[in-house]
């Protein structure tokens, strides 16, 4: 039997083990998938071992995405970019080659809510792992602006620099400081920060946003999360949490290790059931 496993530290709370089996019930798919924790200090020989023996494929979520990029021999433009890779591939040569389906999880789950994202004037807070994982698909459906905004705001240039190199030049997608965000009218704002998860929301202005914006959150609570609270504080009417995104990025993962790609709604509704 083929396994697959979910690798992170803790990794306990992970839903993926039940995401990826009902993907593999739906699509008549057997094979295995568990949720292991790896050693901070041992994410390399861990998934060696693993993909020694009998191992697949694998996810990998906090804090290993960085280092599953360094144990690639081969990664997909997205995982360069973004500099981590949540998505592990066995090749048939036994080479480990590396992908991130983040950001396509994330642009999935925003048009599956019928979010309009080309043409559209869009906000990233973060500039952290979450953030960088999202850029390229964001900036692929052609926004007429991407501005990512970071309490550091340094860190959020260096991605800008980092994307706006001599190879690819966007020149809709720029930095701008947290506080300069006044009178900016954004038609959606995304959440890439981990504030939420300790009841913090990012120090936005109040009009940069208007009830037509949509506000999107990347974390999910089993309640709204501050984010999106303070979204609805402010008058906006649709705010959309990251469960969805976390199905899709799964989704694509499955169709990368199994070459078929499963339904997500349905596994979509018994997961926000069990929250």
Known sequence: MDHYAVFGNPIGHSRSPFIHLQFAKQTQQTLDYQALEAPLDGFAATTAEFFAGSGKGANVTVPFKEQA??????????????????????????????????????????????VKLAGSNILLL???????????????????QLVISNRTIEKAEH???????????????????LNALQKHDFDVIINATSAGLSGHVPDLPSDCLNRDTVCYDM??????????????????TTTIDGLGMLVEQAAESFSLW??????????????????
């Open 126 to 144: 973060g500039a952290g792992g979450a953030a960088r994982g999202v850029i390229l698909p964001l900036l692929d459906q052609n926004p007429a």
């Open 258 to 275: 199994r070459g078929v790609k499963p339904d997500t709604s349905a596994v979509l509704t018994a997961l926000r059931g069990m929250l």
């Open 219 to 236: 974390v999910y609570l089993n309640s709204i999360t501050p984010f999106n609270q303070w979204a609805k504080d402010q008058g906006v």
């Open 159 to 177: 991605l800008v620099d980092n994307f706006n190199n001599k190879d690819s030049n966007h020149k809709n997608f720029s930095a701008t400081p």
């Open 69 to 114: 990029f360094e144990i690639c021999v081969k990664v997909s433009e997205r995982a360069q970019k973004a500099g981590a890779v949540n998505t592990l591939i066995k090749a048939d040569n036994g080479d480990i080659h590396g992908d991130n389906t983040d950001g396509i999880g994330l642009v999935r789950d925003l048009l599956n809510n019928n």
